[in-house]
């Protein structure tokens, strides 16, 4: 855990705080990019925190999905996860600081009591936020043994005044911000409590996040007054509320836009962690015109002021394009393997590797490359696709059994070679390329799209290339029989 030093000294000291109760979305990732390229730009540290205080809703499998993801998207931390469930004890003491100076009280009133007062504000169309009703009563008023909860005494005059990093300056009236639950009557911490003592502990200077939680941070600010009036020694954070991400529609990004777990993008969608790591960038930031940034860039020129004020747009189709950008710039035996997983175990990573360089010009994700592939590990007779079968008619298949003879006199199996003997074969035979090239393909693929027809040929291997066309090829002759 970082300490008040490092605030201290100067040193950047940022946090992301998943709660483990799902898996990490768009957003959550977004966030943590954001906090991790602001550490490392400024030479500091990036931590982790896993607000897991919600233990009914709070899994293991979301824990170990976060910590992959994170992993996956390349972002490192300076320390091992806090975990905010193991420091209860602390939330405690920090209440009971508060309690004891004054700066919280003891509140009795019962949850009957408390449900009667919201229905009332409901009823005159009020505010819903507590009364205050236990704010200046004396604890002796309450049934002996009565359960409390400790609340903040929070400043009823005046107003608070944050100067976001993103948002500019906001102006909250004190009025606004009820004297809200720091300890539950089972001693158990809040959030607000707990978030406050954790970036307090934990040396946070910056708090980057998203701003749906610009509203608590005008209640966890009178946590950290009170307590540098009692003590000192709480510098207040700078404040970084991103807006939201949205749909393409403008609407709250949902599932029906795309907002799944980061490991869906991975395993589901088959885009590289470089490709959503630039992504996600571009997600609310920029830099000039720029649309595709390296991490070392990224590093080197993320700074806040470079992050909108106005909702960003996710966009599946701009993600896929990068992702095809990043393929395309992508070490082809690192794809191979990549796209093997997705063949099974039948696939040959170094005939991937070989293939890669035709297979790779168009695609966006590796289930494409893995879809374009798939010819070299078919096995005869290949099932042929309906557009496929339709280009083999008996004609078709007669000028395939000119095509064989043509190929098999070839010793020079290359692909210069072998598109030379095809359009001279095409010529001879007065047709133009395409009625040749259309069923070579059928027959070699099953398919009516594939690589270039000559590398196709070159990665089957003359053998199995002639076997393919021989099975799909008719004698001339034949057809009139």
Known sequence: MASDSDAAHGKVVTRFAPSPTGFLHIGGARTALFNWLFARH???????????TDRKRSTQDAIDKIIEGLDWLGLDYDDAPVFQSDRAERHAEVAHQLLDAGHAYKCYATPEELEAMRAEQRANKLPMRYDGRWRDRDASEAPEGAPFTIRLKTPQDGETVIEDAVQGRVTVRNEEIDDYILLRADGTPTYMLAVVVDDHDMGVTHIIRGDDHLNNAFRQLPIIKAMNEIGGGWPEPIYAHIPLIHGTDGAKLSKRHGAVGVEAYRDEEGVLPEALFNYLLRLGWGHGDREEIT???????????????SASRFDLKKLQNLNGHYIREADDTRLAALVAKRIGPDADEKLLAEAMPVLKTRARSLNELAEGAAFLFATRPLVLTEKAAGLLDDQARVYLAEVSTALAAENDWTTETLEATTKSLAERLELGLGKLAQPMRAALTGTTTSPGIFDVLVLLGREEALARIDAQALPAGSEDQ
């Open 42 to 52: 400024h030479g500091g540290k990036a931590l982790l925190r896993i607000e897991d």
């Open 295 to 309: 991490r070392e860039e990224a590093v080197a020129l993320f700074d806040l002021k470079g992050v909108g004020k």
